[in-house]
């Protein structure tokens, strides 16, 4: 029997390999404000939260100039590389056959909507996809806003939902907004940063999660 009905992804290092990318462009656009570029594992460490967010997050001193420049030099660096960035192992596969199966889809990003877009296109998996929601579009995570809004969108109860991270701030809006969570542990941060916000599972990579789903979901 079902367990679930919808099933949320993030996007950014769970069905997509961003993470890298999104590093870089996050580092030279710091350097373009002038300010000191964050460690790789620090700027890990925001992914997943909005754009404007992340840059408090990361450089809360910065003042208004400098935080409009990081904002706009980011999109810049990383629209230059986004046709770099691929799908991971089984994901091209998998997104059709679980919407084929009669799972509602639905993505909770934080990105902007013009960059999901955009992502959108060049993996070719929108058609897939009954629902989004994006970071200039709603709170960003962990606020429930996303999960909640998606849910009320599709007609799907808390209970019948799950949602996929590889951040904290996934499972922790998962938390908040009363539904279960999968931990994708192969994405931006590592398994001991997932486990405290009580996961169903966790997987090592988009291989065993797609199995999990088949098997459970």
Same mark, same amino acid.
């Given at each position: 029997m079902r367990q679930f009905d919808l099933i949320v992804f993030d996007w950014d290092g769970t069905? $997509? *390999?961003?993470a890298r990318t999104i590093v870089d462009a996050l580092q030279a656009a710091s350097v373009d404000a002038g300010l000191e570029p964050p460690r790789d594992s620090v700027a890990r460490s925001v992914i997943g939260l909005g754009l404007k967010e992340a840059m408090h997050t990361l450089f809360p001193h910065a003042d208004q100039s400098q935080a409009q420049i990081l904002v706009e030099r980011y999109r810049s660096h990383y629209y230059l590389r986004d046709s770099d960035v691929s799908l991971f192992d089984? $994901?091209? @596969?998998?997104?059709?056959e679980l919407e084929a199966h009669g799972f509602l889809l639905a993505v909770a990003t934080g990105k902007g909507r013009n960059g999901l877009n955009r992502s959108f296109e060049a993996t070719g998996l929108k058609s897939y996809f009954h629902a989004s929601r994006c970071a *200039? @579009?709603?709170f960003s995570k962990p606020h429930p806003q996303m999960l909640h809004e998606l849910m009320n969108e599709l007609d799907v109860l808390p209970e019948r939902t799950v949602m996929v991270g590889d951040a904290p701030f996934d499972l922790q809006m998962a938390q908040n907004a009363g539904v279960a969570s999968l931990g994708a542990a192969y994405g931006a941060q590592p398994l001991e940063?997932?486990?405290p916000y009580s996961p169903l599972a966790c997987f090592n990579s988009f291989t065993k999660l797609r199995l999990w789903l088949a098997l459970n979901a």
């Open positions: 069905l $997509v *390999d961003s089984g $994901v091209a @596969e998998a997104i059709p *200039d @579009e709603c940063n997932l486990l």
